[in-house]
């Protein structure tokens, strides 16, 4: 198993630009310290490169690439409400990039069977020409395309749990029948997007999942979700390549969303993501997207790392306000 990470991803801080923003360093120092304290369950860490200008050419405008350069070069500043860009995010959102690129290389050269992205900022609202939603590069779509452009993969599912619709990577691959695009997210929040009758279009038609869920909704509706209905669309689909939108904001104390999700439910559905990679020999990597609530986010991640890499999540117990008491086993491969 491998871990991609880059120091880069420290130095892009929206609270240089907007104090008090919730896509802050933090978010990555608090994952990190609770993996050294447990030797970094036996995952391998490797260092991700920075992406080039064709790999995020791959799915994005040259202008959109230029622009956001251009943009941190002088500064930075504000693109949207949300989207905040300072000196150091340029960097850190090519790292971003060439990370998730780095991970479908080794998981598709047989180098590994799952693969982890501990990198920001996140991607997948960002659209082909255009940042939002704390995202510059789409990472999970670069990621995927450069799979399918450049490295044999035939199709690829990706299978997105951010509590927020992941619309730039939807809008990336619509018209697309060899990436089957699943979100799972809480419906009537931003970005607005992610009907259930939103299935894709043209050639994509039928290529996209959405199971958008009410307020309040928590571990045993996601679960049905996925099981019931987009595993069933991915065997179908049979993908050489699974690739997660791994989002940590449904978790009941996320202060973004209004989902109901446990640390375990994040294992739950890792788990059975696996499960299904295992049955189609695919490898299975995933990208991080939110999560907001650093304790809430740190457990989570550490709960899919010990899923994707096959070990039990029994032997911890999440507390109401989302802590976890008792460790479960490292992984033995």
Request: glycine share 10%; with cysteine.
């Given at each position: 198993?491998?871990?991609?990470?880059h120091p880069a991803s420290l130095a892009h801080d929206p609270a240089g630009v907007t104090p008090g923003h919730?896509?802050?360093?933090?978010?990555?120092?608090?994952?990190?310290?609770?993996?050294?304290?447990?030797?970094?369950?036996?995952?391998?860490?490797?260092?991700?490169?920075?992406?080039?200008?064709?790999?995020?050419?791959?799915?994005?405008?040259p202008e959109h690439v230029q622009r956001i350069g251009d943009f941190a070069a002088a500064g930075g500043g504000?693109?949207?409400?949300?989207?905040?860009?300072?000196?150091?995010?340029?960097?850190?959102?090519?790292?971003?990039?060439?990370?998730?690129?780095?991970?479908?290389?080794?998981?598709?050269?047989?180098?590994?069977?799952?693969?982890?992205?501990?990198?920001?900022?996140?991607?997948?609202?960002?659209?082909?020409?255009?940042?939002?939603?704390?995202?510059?590069?789409?990472?999970?779509?670069?990621?995927?395309?450069?799979?399918?452009?450049?490295?044999?993969?035939?199709?690829?599912?990706?299978?997105?749990?951010?509590?927020?619709?992941?619309?730039?990577?939807?809008?990336?691959?619509?018209?697309?029948?060899?990436?089957?695009?699943?979100?799972?997210?809480?419906?009537?929040?931003?970005?607005?997007?992610?009907?259930?009758?939103?299935?894709?279009?043209?050639?994509?038609?039928?290529?996209?999942?959405?199971?958008?869920?009410?307020?309040?909704?928590?571990?045993?509706?996601?679960?049905?979700?996925?099981?019931?209905?987009?595993?069933?669309?991915?065997?179908?689909?049979?993908?050489?390549?699974?690739?997660?939108?791994?989002?940590?904001?449904?978790?009941?104390?996320?202060?973004?969303?209004?989902?109901?999700?446990?640390?375990?439910?994040?294992?739950?559905?890792?788990?059975?993501?696996?499960?299904?990679?295992?049955?189609?020999?695919?490898?299975?990597?995933?990208?991080?997207?939110?999560?907001?609530?650093?304790?809430?986010?740190?457990?989570?991640?550490?709960?899919?790392?010990?899923?994707?890499?096959?070990?039990?999540?029994?032997?911890?117990?999440?507390?109401?306000?989302?802590?976890?008491?008792?460790?479960?086993?490292?992984?033995?491969?």
């Open positions: 198993m491998l871990y991609f990470s919730p896509e802050s360093p933090d978010r990555l120092r608090v994952i990190e310290r609770l993996l050294a304290e447990e030797d970094w369950l036996g995952w391998e860490r490797r260092e991700a490169p920075a992406a080039t200008r064709d790999e995020l050419e791959l799915v994005h405008d504000a693109i949207d409400a949300d989207t905040y860009v300072v000196e150091a995010s340029f960097e850190a959102a090519l790292h971003a990039a060439g990370g998730a690129c780095a991970m479908a290389r080794a998981l598709l050269a047989g180098e590994a069977t799952a693969g982890f992205c501990a990198m920001r900022p996140p991607g997948h609202h960002a659209e082909r020409d255009r940042a939002m939603g704390f995202c510059l590069f789409d990472n999970v779509a670069i990621a995927a395309e450069l799979a399918i452009r450049e490295l044999g993969a035939e199709l690829v599912f990706i299978l997105d749990w951010d509590v927020h619709h992941g619309n730039g990577t939807a809008e990336i691959f619509r018209r697309r029948d060899d990436v089957l695009y699943a979100s799972i997210h809480q419906g009537g929040i931003f970005p607005g997007t992610g009907s259930a009758s939103d299935t894709g279009s043209g050639a994509g038609e039928g290529f996209t999942v959405n199971r958008p869920m009410p307020a309040g909704s928590g571990e045993e509706e996601w679960m049905a979700a996925l099981t019931e209905d987009i595993l069933p669309a991915a065997e179908r689909f049979e993908p050489d390549l699974v690739l997660i939108s791994a989002g940590f904001d449904a978790h009941r104390a996320d202060p973004l969303g209004g989902c109901l999700l446990e640390t375990g439910s994040f294992a739950r559905m890792a788990t059975a993501a696996r499960d299904f990679a295992d049955r189609r020999r695919a490898p299975v990597g995933a990208v991080l997207e939110g999560g907001y609530d650093t304790v809430a986010l740190a457990e989570s991640v550490r709960a899919t790392l010990l899923a994707l890499a096959g070990v039990p999540f029994r032997n911890s117990v999440a507390t109401p306000g989302g802590r976890v008491r008792g460790r479960s086993p490292r992984p033995s491969r």
